[in-house]
């Protein structure tokens, strides 16, 4: 899935929703990890992509409460 895509099925999602997607790209990072310290890991690329995508969520995460903060 490009980026672009990505931000904008997250930017769909409710909080909810967006913490149970944090906790599965946490849980993932976890497991890419483990394989690393193993030497299982034959992409090391996954590693940094999936730090980029939990730090997206978080971002859309903080504007929607930015957002709601403002509207009340």
Excluded: C, Y
């Excluded at 730090?55 to 929607?64: C, D, E, L, N, Y």
């Amino acid at each position: 899935m490009k980026t672009t895509e990505f931000v904008k099925t997250l930017r769909d999602k409710s909080p909810a929703d967006l913490k149970t997607e944090l906790a599965a790209l946490r849980k993932e990072q976890f497991n890419l990890r483990m394989q690393a310290a193993v030497g299982q890991l034959t992409q090391s690329n996954l590693v940094h992509d999936v730090r980029k995508k939990i730090a997206r969520v978080k971002t859309i995460m903080q504007q929607q409460a930015q957002k709601q903060a403002k509207a009340s």
